[in-house]
């Protein structure tokens, strides 16, 4: 059973940065591969960014290449995503899930989800 907590959301300004985390309950984090999805109001819940267990290797969605950055830290049973140049079409609420496999696009893929944090982008 793995618990996940996301924080860090807010409101920004077009252009501006957050850095998100997903901190995790219990001792096999590492085991597990994390990403990050976001579902806007009226859309569906979309892949952004994933990693694998061991860190290391990485996935992202096409849109966030190059602006976007998932890391984490297995000590501290916390894995991140770092958001850069943010626009409003990003606002959204922001999920971290865990799961055994990588890389995994599909919600279908994870077996643990967070609550979710909220990201608000300013034009």
């Known amino acids: 059973q793995v618990q996940l907590v996301e924080s860090g959301g807010g409101l920004v300004q077009a252009g501006g940065s957050l850095r998100l985390s997903c901190a995790a309950s219990?001792?096999?984090?590492?085991?597990?591969?994390i990403g990050w999805f976001r579902q806007a109001p009226g859309k569906e819940r979309e892949f952004v960014a994933a990693?694998?267990?061991?860190?290391?290797?990485?996935s992202y969605a096409d849109s966030v290449k190059g602006r976007f950055t998932i890391s984490r830290d297995n000590a501290k049973s916390t894995a991140y995503l770092q958001m850069n140049s943010l626009k409003p079409e990003e606002t959204a609420v922001y999920y971290c899930?865990?799961?055994?496999?990588?890389?995994?696009?599909?919600?279908?893929?994870?077996?643990?989800w967070g609550q979710g944090t909220q990201v608000t982008v300013s034009s």
């Open positions: 899930a865990a799961g055994l496999a990588y890389p995994v696009i599909s919600i279908t893929g994870y077996d643990y």
């Open positions: 219990g001792r096999t984090f590492s085991r597990y591969a």
């Open positions: 990693i694998r267990g061991s860190g290391g290797r990485t």
